[in-house]
């Protein structure tokens, strides 16, 4: 089993910045992709970025240019850096992992592990 626990969440005024960060912990960490999903208020959860084990990494467009992705692989944590955010960037972040499910929009029910979600509010 993999546990995610997600930290680094507030709130900031837009144009701000912030550094999100999820540790993962457990058996059957080598090879894992890892990555962010968001949920906002009222809406459906949906991809943000991912990494790969080995750094490869792909962002979902309407972030693309304002946050990165990046990871750690001796500490096991991957980090989600989010610059320029505006209001329409507040959700709840999710942390994932799977070793074998792209992380996705489309493959959210079948991703095997989750953190419980840090709150990221844009508002001045």
């Known amino acids: 089993q993999v546990q995610l626990v997600e930290s680094g969440g507030g709130l900031v005024q837009p144009g701000g910045s912030l550094s999100l960060s999820c540790a993962a912990s457990g058996s059957i960490l080598s090879f894992i992709a890892m990555g962010w999903h968001r949920q906002a208020p009222g809406q459906e959860r949906e991809f943000v970025a991912v990494i790969s084990w080995g750094g490869n990494t792909y962002i979902e467009d309407s972030v693309k240019g304002r946050f990165s992705i990046s990871r750690d692989n001796v500490k096991n944590t991957i980090f989600l850096q989010m610059n320029s955010l505006k209001p329409e960037d507040t959700a709840v972040y999710y942390c994932?992992?799977?070793?074998?499910?792209?992380?996705?929009?489309?493959?959210?029910?079948?991703?095997?592990?989750w953190g419980q979600g840090t709150q990221v509010t844009v508002s001045s």
């Open positions: 994932a992992a799977d070793q074998g499910v792209p992380l996705t929009t489309a493959t959210i029910p079948l991703i095997s592990h």
